[in-house]
């Protein structure tokens, strides 16, 4: 997997105002932190973070804050502006390349069933499984052929190929995609369509007509 490299620097101010000052300036508030590490206030440039996630969130990061040593880490959450989507918080979790860590794993779906080409419908049940691997051992993805998917077909998480030092950690019964028939929608029968042209019920077979109200009825 590519690594990025990522400068920022340390960040002392905290609260709201000083962050609507930051985010002005083009810069953005994060954290980065470890399982052996004090957590350190970071600001860096929005726009670079934003490129370098823009393939996925799992690439791993060489991270320099200041003149310091960099830290390779990996995004551990980001937020971002519900209007704007612009990033305006990102958490970074420092590794140790021999320890085990655990991620989400996209899953991407190859081909066009069969069953859709005779008018099935294919539904994604899955779009990501959770894993644990090394951090130098992170898939970009994992890939599933669903081309020979036939109507009432399913591929499980058990379907998927996983490379040597990479444990599933979703279900492997779990279902990822199927194909299932087509909703049948059923036609209104006559009376049904009397129903809803006259707004009431026709009376049913044996059974008298419902008597009129005071108002309508003749003298």
């Known amino acids: 997997m590519e690594r990025i490299k990522l400068e920022a620097s340390e960040r002392q101010e905290t609260g709201k105002g000083a962050m609507r000052r930051l985010r002005a300036l083009g810069q953005m508030p994060a954290v980065v932190y470890g399982s052996e590490s004090t957590p350190t206030n970071l600001q860096l440039v929005e726009r670079t973070l934003d490129h370098a996630?823009?393939?996925?969130?799992?690439?791993?990061?060489?991270?320099?804050?200041?003149?310091?040593?960099?830290?390779?880490?990996?995004?551990?959450?980001?937020?971002?502006?519900?209007?704007?989507?612009?990033?305006?918080?990102?958490?970074?979790?420092?590794?140790?390349?021999?320890?085990?860590?655990?991620?989400?794993?996209?899953?991407?779906?190859?081909?066009?069933?069969?069953?859709?080409?005779?008018?099935?419908?294919?539904?994604?049940?899955?779009?990501?499984?959770?894993?644990?691997?090394?951090?130098?051992?992170?898939?970009?993805?994992?890939?599933?052929?669903?081309?020979?998917?036939?109507?009432?077909?399913?591929?499980?998480?058990?379907?998927?190929?996983?490379?040597?030092?990479?444990?599933?950690?979703?279900?492997?019964t779990e279902t990822a995609v199927h194909v299932v028939a087509p909703r049948v929608v059923e036609e209104p029968t006559e009376d049904e369509e009397d129903v809803a042209a006259d707004g009431e019920a026709p009376a049913a077979e044996g059974e008298a007509p419902a008597a009129e109200t005071k108002e309508g009825a003749s003298e």
Do not use: M, W
């Open 53 to 172: 996630v823009a393939h996925g969130v799992n690439r791993l990061i060489d991270l320099t804050v200041g003149s310091q040593k960099p830290r390779l880490v990996l995004v551990k959450d980001l937020q971002r502006d519900p209007l704007t989507q612009k990033l305006v918080h990102a958490d970074f979790f420092q590794v140790d390349t021999k320890q085990k860590i655990h991620v989400s794993i996209p899953v991407h779906y190859l081909g066009r069933p069969k069953g859709v080409i005779v008018g099935g419908v294919f539904e994604t049940l899955l779009r990501e499984v959770a894993a644990e691997c090394l951090p130098l051992e992170i898939p970009d993805a994992f890939e599933l052929d669903v081309s020979d998917l036939d109507i009432g077909d399913a591929l499980h998480v058990s379907d998927i190929t996983v490379p040597d030092g990479v444990d599933l950690l979703t279900a492997l």
